[in-house]
Structure formats: C-alpha cells, structure tokens
C-alpha cells in the first residue's frame, strides 16, 4: 500500500477510536415520576381472579371463552387496514433508525468515468496558435468520508431514532388493543340486541294472544272497543320496537364486517343471544399499569425522543469535524490506467464552528427544551386517565352488578303482576288497562335487565383495554438498532 495510503487509513481509524471515546454533550435521560396510587379505591363485589384466570398473553379476548369471538380476533388481527398502517408505519420507524445508525461508518464512493476530447486550436492561454489535439481522460476515483462524533450528534441522532422507533411499536401494540377491544364490544352489543330482540318477540307474542282475548271478550259483549284499541296499540308499538333493536343490531354487524376487513354486504353473523358472564378480571397493582399500557409506554418514549432532541440541540454549538481522503487512478490511456504513475490520492478534513447565526442554534434548544417539557405533562396527563379508566371499570362493574341483582327481582316481580292482572281481569274484578301496563312494565324491565347485562359485558372489556390487556413495555426493547460492523461495506 502506498505510504500515504496508509496514513490516510490510519488517520481515519484513529478519528473513528477517538469519536468512540468522545463525550456526548446533552442531559441524560431518566423518566420523569408521576402520581401512582397504593391501591385501587374500587375493588367490586365478584369474585377475586385465581391464577388460571389471568389475561391471556397477547390474547386477551379469550378471558371471555367465546370460540366465536375469537375467531373474529383473528380475522381483525389478519385483515383489519389501521392494523397493517400502523405495521407499515413500525417499518419506516424501523429504516429511519437504520438510516441513523449509517452515521457510525465512514461513506466510501467511487465515480469512474471516461471522455474523449479534442481541444480546440484557439484555446485560451495557448501562449500562441497552436494545433488542435485529442486526447483520452480515464479516472478511477474514490473517496471517503467520515465524521467524527467528538460531541455526540451522530450517537443522540441514533438515540432520538430508536426512541422513535419503540414509540411506533408501542402505538402499534395501542392500535391492537383499541381494535380488539371496540370489536369485543361490538360483539357483545350485537349479542346483547339479539338477546333484546328475544325479548321482545316474545313480548309481540304474549300481546298478540292478549289482542285475541279482548277480541274474542269483545265479540262476545264482555270487553269493550276501547280494551281493544289499547291492546293493539301496545302490540303494534311493541312491533316498532323490534324494528328498532334489529336496526340497531344491523349497525353493529356492519362495524363489525370492517374492523375484520370485509364488505358489510357480504358478511353476517346468525342470531345467538348473549348467556356470557362478566369473568373476573385480575387488576393488579396501580403501578403496573405504567408498563402495561401501550399508550403510556409510547407516551413515555416520546419523552425519551424529545430528551435526545434536546441533546443534538446542545451539540449544534460545538465543532462539526469531518475527515475526508480520495484516491484512485487517471491516465489518457486506459491501458495504462491502473499502474502506479497513474495514481492519485488526497487527504484532507474541515471543522466547521458556529459562530453567529443570528440566534439560530439558541432558539433550536430553547425550542426543543419546551418541546420536552410538553411530552412530560403529555405522558402524566395519560398516566392520570389510565388510571381513571380503571377505575371507571372498576366502579362500573360495581355498580352494574348490583343494578343487575335488583333488576332481576324487578323481572320477577312483573311477571307476577302480570298473572295477577290477568287473573283479575278474566275474572271481572278491573279493566284491561291492568293487564296493559302490566304487559309494558314487563317489557320494560326484561329489555333492561337484559341492557345490564350487555352494559357489564363491554365494560369488562373496557376494563381490560385500561388495563392494557396482557401487554408488557419489556416487549418493544427488542426494538432497537445498533451499529454493526456488517454495515461498513453496505451500499
């Protein structure tokens, strides 16, 4: 090797051990603290959750033992569009990291070239008339950059892409969780309407016979017109209730059809009224959920993106050194190319150094020291609602499951009024209007009772979406790039 090939090879090996040696001007990053309770203020009245109830690893919807449901998961996790756009967007993450980590290398390019060219007789500076001529220029040309990071930049840039990086992964793992769980929801309240249209119909049923009593009282002179226009208008508005809850029901299908990626008129579910009970879902503690949420954990990454922002701020006021060197071969004569009176090489380097830019890099670190300090107040602002969430689910349930007990008695006890209403009415004792409002209270009440029990269904889901289902922020470390040697002789 020539001997200033050598020394412009080592030269640029000692710039790359210094820039690994150098400091890395910028504040360290630590997570700042946020308010985490001891304990949860509503625990509920069911049953506390042994260990084979636990959330499901990565699929949670399984809590609920609905083969059906989780068939649908699956088909949402394969063909949902938001899904694969937040997949896509992981990747891009994933190429800019990779772009950041092409920094640690030198970039080394070559530019062959060849031309033919005649030189023209009344060329200036000839120093008199001259001939025309031609002649050949061959070059071989190579050339090598490389900067050394005495101050951090290229290692911050990198820092700032792979907290990118696992922010993206995060909000994929948040994009998962809110999908799965609005189609869980969804599910349940499509089961909850076929259940309510049940009810109704047989409602519609019970009405129907009640018409044909009063009808057949009616032509017999015992009841009168008006019991009959009163019963067939409690029928006909129990008939539009129908039409209501199956309207209803067609609305959940739909969204239903495209949270699994298909067309809605193509897809349908056959009726199959809910009989799940709310499983019992194991909370855990308040501090979990800083690393259970997916949400929280892309929040909290954003902060370490704005942190590494701050650092490349501070390093635009330091020295920005570059080391070159080229070499290569030029002849007129490609034979003779590459031989060694036809080598050439330079070595060279530049230190540029802010010095007055008009306030430029002053305002970029003030900037981006706001910037940081916004992520903070993002990250507990969302640290704050997760844990209202839970505990909404939590009081929620509480709440519905005492609504669910006292609403059974009320069925009980409007089936009862209901006979007794009848018992009194064939036997002459009251008016028909008895048995009609006996009817539609207990419409009323089996309609509700059968809301609460699609009401504690999704917010069993919703608790285990604010719980951040089985999720863990261990799982986007692996999302990390890191300089390796390979990439030094990667176009």
Partial sequence: MDPWLRVGFC?????????????????????????????????????????????????????????????????????????????????????????????????????PSGQREEVAANRPFAGGE?????????????????????????????????????????????????????????????????????????SVEIQQKGLDLVNRRHEGGVANGLEVAQQAALLDSTATQLQLVLQQRAQYEHAIAALTGKSASAFSLADAPLNNAPPAIPTGVPSEILQRRPDVAA?????????????????????????SGGGGWQSRDIASLITAPSAMWSLGGDLLQPIFDGGRNRANLALSRAAYDESVANYREGVLEAFQQVEDGLSGLA????????????????????????????????????????????????RLATQLLGQQMTTSVYLVKALGGAWDASEIRREQVKPALVQAVQP
């Fill in 299 to 323: 929040s909290e990454r954003q902060m370490a993106y704005e942190n590494a922002q701050v650092g490349l701020a501070m390093a635009a006021f330091y020295p920005h050194i570059t080391l």
């Fill in 11 to 111: 030269a640029l090996l000692a710039g790359t051990l210094l820039a690994s040696s150098a400091c890395t001007v910028g504040p360290g990053y630590k997570r700042p603290t946020a308010a985490v309770p001891d304990m949860w203020k509503g625990e509920g009245p069911w049953q506390a959750a042994v260990p084979k109830d636990a959330i499901p690893k990565g699929a949670w919807w399984q809590l609920f033992h609905d083969a059906e449901l989780d068939q649908l998961e699956q088909e949402l996790l394969q063909a949902n569009q938001s899904l694969t756009a937040a997949r896509d967007r992981l990747s891009q993450a994933r190429s800019q990291a990779r772009i950041a980590s092409s920094a640690y290398f030198p970039a080394v390019s070559a530019d």
């Fill in 399 to 446: 709440l519905l499951n005492q609504a669910a007990k006292t609403q059974k008695a009320a069925v009980a006890d409007s089936r009862r009024a209901l006979d007794i209403a009848n018992d009194r009415y064939v036997g002459g004792l009251t008016t028909y209007l008895d048995v009609i409002t006996a009817q539609s209270t207990l419409l009323s009440n089996e």
């Fill in 130 to 202: 001259l001939p025309p001529f031609t002649q050949n220029n061959f070059t071989v040309p190579f050339s090598v950059s490389y900067e050394l990071d005495l101050f951090g930049r290229v290692r911050r840039n990198l820092e700032a892409a792979n907290a990118s990086l696992q922010e993206s992964a995060a909000t994929l793992e948040n994009v998962r969780l809110v999908l799965t769980a609005e189609l869980a929801a969804d599910y349940f309240n499509l089961r909850e309407l076929d259940r309510e249209a049940g009810v109704v119909r047989q």
